[in-house]
């Protein structure tokens, strides 16, 4: 059950990130320019981020198992579109589908292993696991991608998908256990809107920098707000804002991926364009990050069991922010050896950081919201890790600048680490030790 859920999550991440690989291809075989690729990303990025929260309300309330399997058939059928598409439109139209079905999925898989695994030694356990195949899955992307691109072709990234989603969803028919429709709770459909209009809202601006869109944030957080106070069965209820561990941990978790995601972009545009390396060999000189990221994250989930999430935040946070310091020793002259010890130690700092916020943010909340705790989980870990793609890009400016660019690294090593040891206060406020815990 657990592989089948962690499967899930691996197909439904994976796609953030594999096809940017395969941009160029697309483009140059479909005759589509810098809007329409933009959109191929997008189209599933926005549409992941705005409906996360309802995928995992609706799973609260109908059932996980139900839930994730519609999620798994959609985007199986989603991912077939896209392979046979003819033309861009139509591509980017089965994206959108694609998010849709990845929404359902993704905080299912957090809500049905909380679930089958409620002793909190045994679930923390359980979430490393989760948590490192997330981490897999970001550090597989880029590398995936180029293989299968290069071997068979852009329509092999999506038609790979649909033999793996039947076989996880076969699987998850006969591994992961039923549950019945919760009596007394419904679908809050206000809030379901209201919130997907919002997150898309703000998401697609941050991506990219479209004032509309703010401007169709804004009214829609307010409707928001007044939809979940009106509402007999609100999707987001208020008891969960008022955990202060709950709200703690999916800031920090918010903070990790500001920085953690922003230093990725900018990582990879300083070994292309500063250092000169080839895109394979630049993807190749990320893995000294990502294998601490994916290897780390397992044994965090055993450590948080036994120790509580609260130590290891604190661990990982502190290991970041030194890390990121360290991009303070890059200048003209400075080599990869100089930039390795700053990625490896952001690898470090993560893989230390990640299992346990996870933990500690469905920790925080009763087991019948499950769902609704991974929806707002990922959907902290998108939004911010857009802002940060946005924010490190923008400071860090053109990389053939690299005068310029040297010193908005700089900057963005300081703003970085700041970030997180803010995040480390917010940690020790908000997470209960393990002793404080029941």
Do not use: K
């Amino acid at each position: 059950m657990l592989l089948t859920m962690c499967a899930g999550m691996f197909l439904v991440q994976l796609d953030v990130t594999v096809v940017n690989v395969a941009l160029p291809t697309i483009g140059a075989q479909l005759g589509a320019g810098l809007p329409a690729l933009q959109g191929i990303v997008d189209g599933y990025s926005v549409v992941l981020a705005a409906l996360l929260l309802a995928g995992g309300a609706i799973g609260d309330v109908l059932g996980h198992r139900r839930v994730v399997g519609w999620g798994f058939t959609v985007f199986g059928l989603a991912s077939a579109g896209c392979a046979l598409a003819p033309g861009t439109a139509v591509l980017i139209g089965f994206r959108v589908v694609q998010g849709l079905g990845a929404a359902l999925v993704l905080p299912g898989t957090l809500a049905v292993i909380t679930a089958v695994f409620p002793e909190r030694r045994e679930q923390a356990r359980a979430l490393g696991v989760w948590a490192g195949v997330s981490a897999l899955a970001l550090s597989a992307g880029p590398l995936l991608g180029g293989v299968l691109v290069t071997v068979g072709g852009w329509r092999v990234l999506f038609g790979l998908n649909v033999p793996l989603v039947a076989f996880a969803l076969v699987a998850a028919r006969r591994l992961v256990p039923a549950s019945a429709p919760v009596p007394g709770r419904r679908i809050d459909v206000g809030g379901a809107i209201t919130a997907a209009v919002a997150l898309a809202a703000v998401v697609f601006g941050l991506i990219d920098s479209n004032p509309v869109a703010f401007a169709v944030a804004v009214p829609a957080v307010g409707a928001l707000v007044f939809a979940e106070r009106r509402a007999a069965d609100p999707m987001l209820p208020p008891s969960l804002l008022r955990s202060r561990q709950f709200v703690g941990a999916n800031l920090v978790a918010g903070a990790m991926n500001f920085a953690g995601l922003g230093m990725i972009l900018v990582d990879t545009l300083y070994l292309q364009d500063v250092l000169g390396e080839r895109p394979l060999a630049a993807a190749l000189g990320l893995l000294p990050g990502f294998v601490p990221l994916a290897v780390l994250a397992p044994v965090t989930g055993r450590l948080a069991a036994r120790y509580g999430p609260r130590p290891l935040m604190i661990a990982g946070l502190a290991v970041g922010a030194v890390a990121m310091l360290d991009l303070l020793r890059l200048g003209p002259a400075s080599g990869y050896a100089t930039f390795l010890p700053a990625w490896l130690g952001l690898g470090v700092g993560m893989g230390l950081l990640t299992a346990a916020v996870v933990a500690a943010a469905v920790g925080g909340v009763p087991p019948e919201r499950g769902g609704v705790a991974g929806g707002v989980n990922n959907t902290a870990r998108q939004a911010f890790g857009a802002i940060g793609v946005a924010v490190f890009g923008a400071v860090a400016g053109e990389p053939a600048d690299h005068a310029g660019f040297l010193s908005g690294l700089h900057l963005l090593g300081v703003l970085g680490a700041g970030s997180w040891v803010v995040a480390i206060g917010v940690t020790l406020v908000s997470v209960r030790s393990a002793r404080a815990e029941p």
